[in-house]
């Protein structure tokens, strides 16, 4: 069905806890581009080559289910911070990220930005680096909480503000401090002096792993419908 113009942009995120099975590696691989192949055999830790490998063989999954193109097939260009593209449509917006076990994308076809991040929600952060990426406002903020809220309260502002950075494009070449949010009825709201842009949208998504995940979305058409699933991956041999 196509999307009117005034409808909000649909989302789909796909969170995946994936093998850490080196035979599935090499059965996601291919799929995977010669670049990416080749991208993959420099990481120096079985991890995170797993977790690059698995991030792309879920991104072009899912990309695949949208264009009608074999995820083997699909084609990748990288803007000049290394944002993801893909070639022959620009209507579909994409994020990926990973951390410890977990890779998640989301794709939307009509917003004019995506971000997506993911962290462990048991990840401890030093003081030092919360002053580095907390505005004051938000450090107040985080001093008031109890001390079993804090962590998981610095870790929501981490991922929202990363989320945010990557939909822009910019990463973390941007100062996060910058990028400020408050709570209204318990939804992060982007603030910047005092007002905020109504094209974005941040949104904490729930997830049935122990891990953080944010949103970040710009949409001239209002809020976007969001839709959240576990992946399958059903090219997964059968025993």
Known sequence: MQQSENQPAGI???LWQYSENEGNWNRWMQSLSTDERE??????FERARASFIAGRYLLRQLLSVHTGISPSKLVFSADKHGKLKLEGDDRLQFSLANTDG???AAVAPGCDHLGIDCERSD???EAAAV???????ERRWLAE???REHTHAAIALWTLKESHLKALGVGLREDPRNVGFSWNDGIPVMVDGGDRDRRWHHRLVESSSQHVVALAACSQSGLPGISTRLF????????
Do not use: F, G, K
């Not at 002053?131 to 406002?137: E, L, M, R, W």
């Open 39 to 44: 991208r993959a055999a420099t990481y120096r």
């Open 232 to 239: 399958q991956d059903d090219n997964m041999p059968s025993e």
């Open 123 to 125: 990840t401890e952060i």
């Open 102 to 104: 977990l890779v998640t």
């Open 12 to 14: 789909e995120i796909s």
């Open 145 to 147: 909480l109890p001390a």
């Open 131 to 137: 002053d580095s990426y907390c505005s004051a406002d």
